[in-house]
């Protein structure tokens, strides 16, 4: 088994440089989707673990092929407010500001041209309508797999997780946020 699948990678990774992208080229990635199956844990409030709203999301990434099949680049995701259960309508969304990279394997297929692993890390700014302020913004870092449709569509599904602090509630805590993204978009290839 080990050696059947060595043999496999070893053939994509052969295989895959004729198909890539030239080093050089650049992509604008404009994206849609929904955050399922979000959660908002508080460690400080008796373990606060509470489901969130699904949110529609938007956002515009950027890749260079600094590699034939390596892209790296930047990006920005708004995450629509939704409602935290059991907070009494408390809404909260996020802005995410970040450096990414992905790793392209071309698959020689002429509906799904390639899949590609994707690393997304940077900084998330909280957005909250409720009794609670923002004490300081956080960590933003998402970890995923894509693939392109047809050289133009892209579809990728990842798990990120934004960190925030905020006061004016009854102590200072922290928060996590963490979710599953589906997105989908369109690529303008450079």
């Known amino acids: 088994m080990k ?12 295989v895959a440089p004729v198909f890539a992208a030239d080093q050089g080229a650049m992509e604008l990635d404009v ?8 959660n908002v844990k508080v460690d400080d409030w008796g373990n606060f673990d509470e489901s969130v709203d699904p949110a529609f999301t938007a956002g515009v990434d950027f890749f260079y092929y600094v590699m034939p099949q390596l892209a790296i680049g930047g990006g920005i995701d708004y995450v ?19 450096a990414q990279a992905k790793y392209v394997f071309d698959t020689g297929n002429d509906i799904f041209n390639n899949v590609y692993p994707l690393l997304q890390i940077g900084y998330g700014i909280l957005n909250i309508d409720g009794d609670a302020e ?28 934004n960190n925030a ?25 450079f």
């Open 3 to 14: 050696k059947t699948l060595l043999a496999l990678l070893l053939a994509v990774a052969l």
């Open 31 to 38: 994206k849609v989707g929904f955050n399922l199956m979000s």
């Open 80 to 98: 629509f407010n939704s409602e935290i259960k059991k907070t009494n309508g408390t809404k909260a969304g996020w802005t995410n500001l970040y």
């Open 134 to 161: 923002v004490d300081s913004n956080g960590l933003y870092w998402g970890i995923g797999a894509g693939t392109t449709i047809k050289e133009c569509y892209v579809f990728e599904l990842l798990y990120s997780q």
């Open 165 to 189: 602090s905020l006061k004016n509630v009854p102590s200072a805590v922290d928060l996590k946020y963490s979710t599953i993204q589906l997105k989908v978009g369109y690529k303008f290839s």
